[in-house]
């Protein structure tokens, strides 16, 4: 594994972590919240955005249109269900979200989803590092290349891994600040 290689996989799942935090709610309506809600529609789960345009009209107000008036019920069922929080209010032909301000207690909860999330970003990038650590591992053995190289190559492998775990940190943190940001 190249380290140009190594770069856009721990990238990537920087960008993934990003994904995850953007589905966290925080005090403002963000349409990226209804990212994960899915709707059995017509027997299938569908992408809510597959099936409506989301706006945010304000910043405590998402409203959802759907293309087919028929899915109204449909849309209203699932984020309902899903573990957002937030009652759908229908008014026959959109659906408006009121983002309620978070309590302290509930912003300190997603403090912590928001760790677990980082954690396991930071975990998919040890994840990397093992992978490529060990193919030079194997080259190594197979002797093409040396052990000094190896060991150079693995010692750029971790300060690799090091700048992208520090990125988590520094995702997280914003996000942090942004959710308990009255």
């Known amino acids: 594994m190249q380290l140009s290689e190594l770069r856009e996989n721990m990238q990537k799942t920087i960008e993934a972590t990003q994904r995850s935090f953007n589905t966290l709610r925080t005090g403002r309506a963000s349409a990226s919240l209804l990212d994960r809600i899915t709707v059995e529609y017509y027997g299938a789960e569908t992408p809510l955005k597959s099936l409506a345009s989301i706006s945010t009209p304000d910043s405590s107000t998402i409203m959802i249109q759907p293309f087919d008036r028929g899915s109204l019920s449909d849309v209203e069922r699932a984020i309902s269900m899903s573990d957002l ?41 040890r994840n990397i590092r093992r992978d490529a650590i060990d193919d030079v591992r194997k080259q190594e053995k197979n002797s093409d290349i040396s052990e000094d190289e190896s060991r150079s190559l693995q010692d750029d492998i971790q300060k690799v891994t090091d700048e992208f775990t520090t990125k988590i940190d520094d995702l997280l943190k914003i996000k942090e600040k942004d959710i308990m940001t009255v």
Do not use: H, M, S, W
Not at 104 to 120: F, I, M, N, P, S
């Open 85 to 125: 929080g937030l009652t759908p209010n229908n008014d026959g032909t959109n659906i408006r979200l009121n983002i309620p301000p978070l309590t302290k207690e509930r912003r300190q909860e997603l403090v912590k989803t928001a760790g677990k999330l980082a954690e396991e970003g930071k975990v998919a990038l």
